[in-house]
């Protein structure tokens, strides 16, 4: 595709509710990022995907977090039992190679999530 | 651990004047990268600008520049000529290039471009 897309778009969830938040990179690219973005606040890394390999999920904060990319291609990112404090941006950006540091990310719009 | 700090929470520009926006960081290693992202209101980030610590010289991108000084820990990025489609949410990032899976960002900076 022409760029990263993430779906849904805007999730509300009831506290407690399982939430599944879709990305969509880049035809072809190799590195996958999650992060999350509170209100006001920049990205938090929460973890990298290199093909279908998770090499890092330094920065999940509970195992309540989990993330997929079984085919090296599109991601899931689940949430069990949601809290208030998940409400937040969930931004996917990836980048055409391996991750060499100066590698461009390219981001997509974001899944706002709203726990009630 | 690295950190990232933006001073500025909002700035306000003229149209077609300069403004520089303050970044500094924290880290005890000596190769990294630094970024400016640009967050506009529909939230998809962009990259502006990126420089590399082993580089003396100031990465330039037509009208955005950085003063990076590396002793200082500083990387401010100047917007010369603003335009009104420069206002955003700018977003200061640092990522090791030993440990490259993870990108640190600052707070953020909210541009306003006056017209």
């Known amino acids: 595709g022409a760029g990263v897309s993430q779906s849904p778009r805007y999730k509300v969830a009831k506290r407690g509710q399982d939430v599944a938040l879709r990305c969509d990179p880049i035809s072809g690219h190799v590195s996958l990022f999650w992060y999350q973005q509170a209100l006001g606040q920049g990205p938090e890394f929460l973890t990298y995907?290199?093909?279908?390999?998770?090499?890092?999920k330094s920065g999940l904060p509970s195992d309540r977090f989990f993330a997929e990319r079984p085919e090296g291609s599109v991601s899931t990112l689940k949430i069990q039992r949601t809290q208030q404090e998940d409400s937040a941006v969930y931004l996917c950006?990836?980048?055409?190679?391996?991750?060499?540091?100066?590698?461009?990310?390219?981001f997509g719009p974001g899944t706002r999530l709203l726990v009630l | 651990a690295q950190t990232v700090t933006q001073s500025q929470p909002e700035m306000s520009v003229q149209e077609a004047e300069t403004v520089t926006l303050s970044c500094t960081y924290d880290?005890?290693?000596?190769?990294?990268?630094l970024f400016w992202y640009k967050q506009p209101p529909s939230r998809q980030m962009i990259l502006v600008i990126r420089q590399e610590a082993y580089k003396q010289q100031n990465a330039t991108e037509n009208r955005f520049s950085v003063n990076f000084q590396k002793a200082a820990k500083s990387f401010s990025l100047k917007i010369s000529d603003s335009q009104l489609g420069d206002a955003a949410m700018y977003f200061c990032a640092y990522r090791s290039a030993r440990e490259g899976f993870k990108t640190i960002f600052g707070a953020g900076t909210r541009l306003f471009v006056k017209a």
């Open positions: 950006a990836s980048s055409r190679m391996e991750w060499g540091g100066q590698e461009t990310q390219y």
């Open positions: 995907f290199q093909n279908e390999a998770q090499l890092d």
């Open positions: 880290t005890s290693e000596s190769d990294y990268y």
